[in-house]
Nanobody
Framework: VQLAESGGGLVQSGGSLRLSCAAS????????MTWYRQAPGKEREFVAG????????NYADSVKGRFTISRDNAKNTVALQMNSLKPEDTAVYYC??????????WGQGTQVTVPS
Protein backbone atom coordinates (compact mmCIF):
# COMPACT_ATOMS: atom_id res chain seq x y z
CA VAL A 1 0.00 0.00 0.00
CA GLN A 2 1.32 3.40 -0.94
CA LEU A 3 -0.20 6.81 -0.36
CA ALA A 4 1.45 9.91 -1.76
CA GLU A 5 0.21 13.41 -0.91
CA SER A 6 0.91 16.46 -3.00
CA GLY A 7 -0.29 20.01 -3.42
CA GLY A 8 0.87 21.63 -0.22
CA GLY A 9 2.58 24.98 -0.10
CA LEU A 10 2.59 28.51 1.25
CA VAL A 11 -0.65 30.45 0.87
CA GLN A 12 -1.87 33.72 2.31
CA SER A 13 -4.71 33.84 4.78
CA GLY A 14 -8.01 33.59 2.94
CA GLY A 15 -6.46 31.70 0.06
CA SER A 16 -7.06 28.21 -1.28
CA LEU A 17 -5.11 25.03 -1.86
CA ARG A 18 -6.04 21.66 -3.26
CA LEU A 19 -4.29 18.63 -1.83
CA SER A 20 -4.24 15.31 -3.60
CA CYS A 21 -3.41 11.80 -2.44
CA ALA A 22 -2.51 9.13 -4.97
CA ALA A 23 -3.13 5.58 -3.79
CA SER A 24 -1.70 2.29 -5.01
CA UNK A 25 -1.21 -1.29 -3.89
CA UNK A 26 -4.79 -1.96 -2.83
CA UNK A 27 -8.32 -1.88 -4.22
CA UNK A 28 -8.89 1.80 -3.67
CA UNK A 29 -12.62 1.80 -4.41
CA UNK A 30 -13.36 -0.56 -1.53
CA UNK A 31 -12.10 1.59 1.33
CA UNK A 32 -12.84 4.84 3.06
CA MET A 33 -10.19 7.52 2.99
CA THR A 34 -9.39 10.21 5.50
CA TRP A 35 -7.28 13.33 5.81
CA TYR A 36 -5.48 14.19 9.02
CA ARG A 37 -3.17 17.02 9.95
CA GLN A 38 -0.49 17.66 12.52
CA ALA A 39 0.57 21.12 13.56
CA PRO A 40 3.92 21.76 15.30
CA GLY A 41 3.76 20.66 18.91
CA LYS A 42 0.27 19.22 18.57
CA GLU A 43 -1.20 15.78 18.13
CA ARG A 44 -2.35 14.56 14.75
CA GLU A 45 -6.03 15.33 14.26
CA PHE A 46 -8.82 14.21 11.97
CA VAL A 47 -9.77 16.67 9.23
CA ALA A 48 -12.15 14.93 6.81
CA GLY A 49 -13.30 11.51 5.73
CA UNK A 50 -15.09 9.99 2.74
CA UNK A 51 -16.63 6.57 2.31
CA UNK A 52 -15.65 4.11 -0.39
CA UNK A 53 -18.24 5.24 -2.93
CA UNK A 54 -17.78 8.91 -2.23
CA UNK A 55 -21.39 9.67 -1.31
CA UNK A 56 -20.79 10.24 2.39
CA UNK A 57 -18.37 12.66 3.94
CA ASN A 58 -17.65 14.03 7.38
CA TYR A 59 -15.53 16.88 8.66
CA ALA A 60 -13.94 18.25 11.78
CA ASP A 61 -15.88 21.20 13.10
CA SER A 62 -12.87 23.44 12.57
CA VAL A 63 -12.98 22.96 8.78
CA LYS A 64 -16.69 22.53 8.05
CA GLY A 65 -17.84 24.87 5.32
CA ARG A 66 -14.27 25.61 4.21
CA PHE A 67 -12.82 22.22 3.21
CA THR A 68 -14.26 19.64 0.82
CA ILE A 69 -13.09 16.06 0.48
CA SER A 70 -13.69 14.14 -2.75
CA ARG A 71 -12.41 11.04 -4.49
CA ASP A 72 -11.99 9.67 -7.98
CA ASN A 73 -12.13 5.89 -7.88
CA ALA A 74 -11.17 5.65 -11.54
CA LYS A 75 -7.91 7.48 -10.83
CA ASN A 76 -7.30 6.12 -7.30
CA THR A 77 -7.06 9.60 -5.85
CA VAL A 78 -8.60 11.51 -2.98
CA ALA A 79 -8.53 15.28 -2.81
CA LEU A 80 -8.96 17.93 -0.16
CA GLN A 81 -10.05 21.33 -1.42
CA MET A 82 -9.20 23.93 1.21
CA ASN A 83 -10.72 27.38 0.96
CA SER A 84 -10.64 30.40 3.26
CA LEU A 85 -7.42 29.17 4.81
CA LYS A 86 -6.40 30.47 8.20
CA PRO A 87 -3.06 30.53 10.03
CA GLU A 88 -4.39 27.79 12.33
CA ASP A 89 -4.66 25.50 9.30
CA THR A 90 -0.86 25.40 9.13
CA ALA A 91 0.16 21.77 9.49
CA VAL A 92 1.47 18.72 7.73
CA TYR A 93 -1.49 17.05 6.02
CA TYR A 94 -1.66 13.27 5.70
CA CYS A 95 -4.00 10.90 3.93
CA UNK A 96 -4.84 7.60 5.54
CA UNK A 97 -6.71 4.40 4.85
CA UNK A 98 -7.53 1.48 7.06
CA UNK A 99 -7.84 -1.99 5.61
CA UNK A 100 -9.74 -4.23 8.03
CA UNK A 101 -7.72 -7.22 9.15
CA UNK A 102 -4.52 -5.63 7.93
CA UNK A 103 -3.43 -2.19 9.09
CA UNK A 104 -3.78 1.54 8.76
CA UNK A 105 -1.61 3.19 6.16
CA TRP A 106 -0.37 6.77 5.99
CA GLY A 107 1.27 8.88 3.37
CA GLN A 108 4.42 10.90 3.98
CA GLY A 109 2.51 14.15 4.36
CA THR A 110 2.50 17.50 2.63
CA GLN A 111 3.18 20.82 4.35
CA VAL A 112 0.59 23.59 4.31
CA THR A 113 1.68 26.96 5.65
CA VAL A 114 -0.62 29.92 6.14
CA PRO A 115 1.37 32.83 7.62
CA SER A 116 -0.27 34.96 10.28
Amino acid sequence: VQLAESGGGLVQSGGSLRLSCAASGFTFSRYAMTWYRQAPGKEREFVAGINSSGDRTNYADSVKGRFTISRDNAKNTVALQMNSLKPEDTAVYYCKTTIPGRSSYWGQGTQVTVPS
